[in-house]
């Protein structure tokens, strides 16, 4: 096996303390890493016990938003709930083939799929 697992996804951001407040904030993320980088922070966060964590990275400003972040999520009402008390549009939950889903995206348009766990 020539790759084992991935660690990292980065995630552009144009404001790392409004991204902090979001993600751990809002989401409830646990906050990894918050170093010093010479093009900002290395900050990383990531949901308790997750295995991947999400570095968001403000020195890629013509990176574009990405999407199609899949997350677990146990209560797809509270979290479309938590999201619209911020200010934030949520799209479901919503019944699909597949199972059930809420479409969300960050501040900064990086678009998730939460799936209930």
Known sequence: ?????????????????????????????EVRADNPFPMGRWLTVAPKGAATALLLASWFPDM???????????????????????????????????GRQLLFHDPFGNGFVASQA
């Open 64 to 98: 574009a938003p990405i999407g199609g972040l899949v997350v677990a999520a146990p209560d797809l009402d509270a979290l479309a709930a938590r999201l619209r008390e911020h200010g934030l549009a949520a799209d479901g939950p919503s019944d699909q083939p597949w």
């Open 1 to 29: 096996m020539l790759i084992s697992s991935i660690d990292t996804v980065t995630v552009p951001v144009a404001d790392q303390e409004r991204a902090l407040e979001f993600y751990a904030g809002v989401l409830g993320f």
